[in-house]
């Protein structure tokens, strides 16, 4: 089967730093991505991993641990526009062919 | 590219009638997603198109659920008969190859309100 596990909900402070966490258990695994979804929005893509360590893509990193099945995103210098859920999705390529399963998203709440 | 195109944006039906959503993948994606998302159930999987083929159809909830993909610009997911249960967003989305750069893009949705 397939199971990703994120907090349901999490609230920081302007400025600060949040880290959102992922762990995962799934048949196969082929990457990990982390999208940001607005309230009545698309998801949008943030990052993506594939071998173990960190990305960095300005303000917002990600971490992957594949031995471990876990995963964060780590939001620096959060604005109040970073408010939003943030969605963990692991791809897996069963017969070859790749499809994206989601977490059910941690919703962020930064306050002033 | 103005990216992955869906209609209509807003569906309000009665139940027992039929409803289409259509979606426009990116033009050269070879991948087309439909997923449902709802608060209780998150963003769920239904049915993935490779080069316009089905692969997989095991999250389509039911025989009243079914999608097709006749060409390689358009992509229709039908419910008949509709029920207040299928009321949810359905997002479309596309993806070329691994994707790895920039994820796979999104519509805007279609939200769905059957009475």
Redesign the interface.
């Known amino acids: 089967g397939q199971n990703i596990d994120q907090p349901t909900e999490m609230t920081a402070t302007e400025g600060a730093i949040v880290q959102i966490n992922c762990t995962y258990q799934t048949s196969g695994f082929n990457?990990l991505?982390w999208?940001q979804q607005h309230a009545g929005?698309?998801?949008?893509?943030?990052s993506?991993n594939?071998l173990d360590g960190l990305e960095e893509k300005g303000r917002f990193s990600s971490f992957l641990s594949r031995s471990k099945g876990y995963s964060y995103l780590l939001l620096k210098e959060l604005q109040m526009k970073d408010s939003a859920s943030y969605?963990c999705a692991v791809r897996v390529n069963?017969?070859g062919?790749?499809?994206?399963?989601?977490?059910?998203?941690t919703r962020l709440a930064v306050h002033p | 590219d103005a990216g992955v195109i869906q209609s209509p944006r807003h569906e309000v039906t009665e139940m027992g009638q039929e409803v289409t959503l259509r979606c426009k993948p990116i033009s050269g994606h070879d991948?087309l997603?439909w997923?449902r998302q709802t608060m209780m159930r998150?963003?769920e999987?239904l049915i993935?198109f490779?080069n316009n083929v089905p692969?997989?159809d095991s999250g389509m909830p039911e025989d009243r659920f079914s999608a097709k993909m006749p060409n390689a610009s358009f992509s229709t997911l039908k419910i008949q008969p509709s029920e207040p249960r299928d009321s949810a967003v359905y997002?479309c989305?596309s993806?070329l190859g691994?994707?790895?750069?920039?994820?796979?893009?999104?519509?805007?949705?279609t939200r769905l309100t059957v009475v």
């Open positions: 990457g991505f999208y929005e698309a998801p949008t893509f943030l993506y594939v969605l069963p017969g062919y790749n499809k994206l399963i989601f977490g059910a998203g | 991948y997603f997923y998150g963003l999987l993935y490779n692969i997989d997002f989305a993806s691994t994707a790895s750069d920039y994820g796979y893009t999104f519509g805007s949705g």
